[in-house]
């Protein structure tokens, strides 16, 4: 027998009971996604980093590279960055016209960008620098592949997203994926930093 | 454990703050202009008239402007999201930083304690 009588069953809500507006946790979340793409291009910078003098015989970063031509790629993304900012101020000055106008704008930026980018590894791989040829190439080729495989698809949610403004104009389900295409674009040239620095510029230097 | 992220619920969508003014992004695009076109010149040019300090000098360039992409264009500061955005950030960086450091390093004793034969090509490893 215990000596203190038996207590009516207490239950504590132990789940979360907040009201969440949909979509709420998706800006965190893509940002996590793009933290785990950032991963990514470090394994392939480690990996280009590694190998970028096993030349096996082949093209030296100095022979192959172009800078004026990385010079103009750089530039074109850069405003890119610019052009995709005033699309968001004008998305959240509630204009929709602007917001098309700047979008469509940022998207021939990005399509110059791999535009350009496809240009210089056609030039290359005409040299003979194709990716079989040294680890080195294998390496840069993958790196700066999977950057401008990122910017396409970028394109592609880019103009996706011209389609639904288009048909449902600024609301706020748009205006949220707006924003998380803006980080991707955004990451997108902070990866870009990365690639003509250690990549181009060092590998001219060296 | 999520409470600080629970914060925000007071904003829609859409609504979170820190997603710029024209300001902050003119301003994080003029110092880009100048973060790239540095270090571009220096090394077409040669100005510095030394690899290696030319080497260090647009290295430390990168590492602002990607600080400068990061608080301008990204927007991440201690406020956004509870401060979950900045904490996963440097996390990653963290991460990112031991991956590529960590590489670099382990496979240049490699190469250096490894390496069967005298190789000409491997003495200028960076």
């Known amino acids: 027998m215990s000596d203190t009588a038996p207590e009516a069953p207490v239950f504590y809500d132990t789940q979360d009971t907040h009201h969440h507006a949909p979509g709420g946790s998706t800006m965190l979340g893509f940002w996590i996604y793009l933290m785990s793409d950032a991963l990514i291009f470090a394994t392939l910078f480690a990996a280009f980093g590694v190998l970028s003098t096993a030349y096996a015989g082949g093209p030296t970063p100095r022979e192959i590279f172009e800078l004026p031509l990385v010079a103009l790629n750089t530039a074109i993304l850069l405003v890119s960055s610019i052009t995709y900012g005033f699309a968001m101020i004008a998305m959240q000055e509630g204009r929709l016209g602007g917001t098309r106008l700047w979008l469509a704008l940022t998207g021939l930026l990005g399509a110059a960008f791999v535009g350009v980018e496809l240009f210089e590894f056609s030039n290359l791989i005409a040299e003979g620098a ?66 003509f620095t250690f990549v181009y510029l060092l590998g001219v230097l060296r | 454990m999520t409470e600080a992220a629970h914060g925000h619920d007071a904003h829609a969508p859409g609504e979170m703050e820190g997603h710029g003014s024209r300001r902050g992004y003119l301003l994080g695009f003029a110092l880009s202009v100048a973060l790239t076109a540095i270090p571009f010149w220096l090394v077409m040019t040669g100005a510095l008239h030394d690899v290696q300090a030319t080497a260090i000098v647009i290295i430390a360039l990168a590492i602002v402007q990607i600080l400068v992409h990061t608080v301008c264009f990204l ?40 390496m069967p034969m005298p190789m000409t090509a491997t003495g200028s490893e960076p």
Do not use: K
Not at chain 1, 186 to 191: E, P, Q, R, S, T
């Open chain 1, 130 to 195: 194709t990716p079989q040829h040294s680890a080195f190439l294998s390496a840069f080729f993958t790196l700066v592949g999977t950057h401008g495989l990122h910017v396409s698809f970028g394109i592609v949610w880019l103009v996706v997203m011209l389609v639904q403004l288009g048909q449902r104009g600024l609301h706020p389900e748009n205006q949220r994926r707006l924003m998380c295409l803006s980080m991707f674009w955004h990451f997108l040239d902070v990866v870009w930093i990365g690639v």
């Open chain 2, 75 to 114: 927007h991440v500061n201690s406020r956004s999201e509870g401060g979950w955005t900045l904490l996963a950030y440097t996390f990653a960086a963290v991460i990112v930083l031991i991956v590529i450091a960590g590489s670099l390093w382990i496979m240049h004793h490699l190469a250096v304690n490894m």
